[in-house]
């Protein structure tokens, strides 16, 4: 017979010692681990690690300025991340953009993404498909994705085709390469879009 837990809130989780390089460094692998990361990525979640503990210490009355040394650490053990070569961010950059563009990103949605997840300009701007005909594979992975243009159940009407091009942009793919995508035969769009997953 197993024991009921006590309902209600659970207690705290106590503080203990402010994390040390060692501590960061281990989080570092275990996240490492899971997923991939930028130097940026990493350095926010070893940064988030040690506001929690920040917050939980000054709930127990304890000192937390500690916490500004932890956090140069957070940033040190990044950095040394990078060095072993753990954490690579045009490796990550390219991975992701190639994921990315499979799933119907556009050139200019990939590259928002990237900048948030922290990659330079310049890595970011290196990763990118070049050629016009990758942002037309993935504006007709957009399309395959909103049932619109080749994918389309039935012909579109002028309004639907509108709004179809409308979603496009919203999506960040230009007009041309939108009316492309949306203008190409079925049995083409749907070779582009199978020839996209075996690349």
């Known amino acids: 017979m197993t024991k009921e837990r006590p309902k209600g809130p659970r207690s705290p989780r106590p503080a203990g010692p402010p994390p040390t390089e060692a501590a960061l460094r281990e989080a570092a692998l275990a996240h490492l681990a899971r997923f991939a990361a930028t130097e940026v990525g990493l350095r926010r979640v070893l940064q988030r690690r040690v506001d929690r503990w920040a917050r939980r210490a000054e709930a127990e009355g304890l000192d937390p300025t500690p916490a500004a040394a932890a956090r140069a650490l957070a940033a040190q053990v990044a950095r040394q991340m990078v060095a072993l070569g753990a954490v690579d961010d045009a490796a990550f950059a390219e991975s992701r953009a190639r994921r990315l563009a499979r ?27 070049e050629s016009e005909g990758a942002e037309i594979d993935a504006a007709l992975a957009q399309c395959r994705r909103r049932r619109i243009g080749p994918f389309a159940p039935e012909p579109m009407p002028r309004e639907a085709r509108l709004k179809a091009l409308a979603a496009l942009a919203r999506a960040g793919f230009g007009r041309e390469v939108a009316e492309t995508a949306l203008d190409m035969p079925p049995e083409e769009a749907e070779d582009r879009l199978t020839r996209l997953r075996q690349s």
Do not use: M, Q, W
């Not at 990103?105 to 498909?129: D, Q, W």
């Open 103 to 129: 799933s119907g990103r556009s050139r200019r949605a990939i590259a928002a993404h990237l900048a948030g997840k922290g990659v330079a300009r310049e890595v970011a701007a290196a990763a990118l498909p």
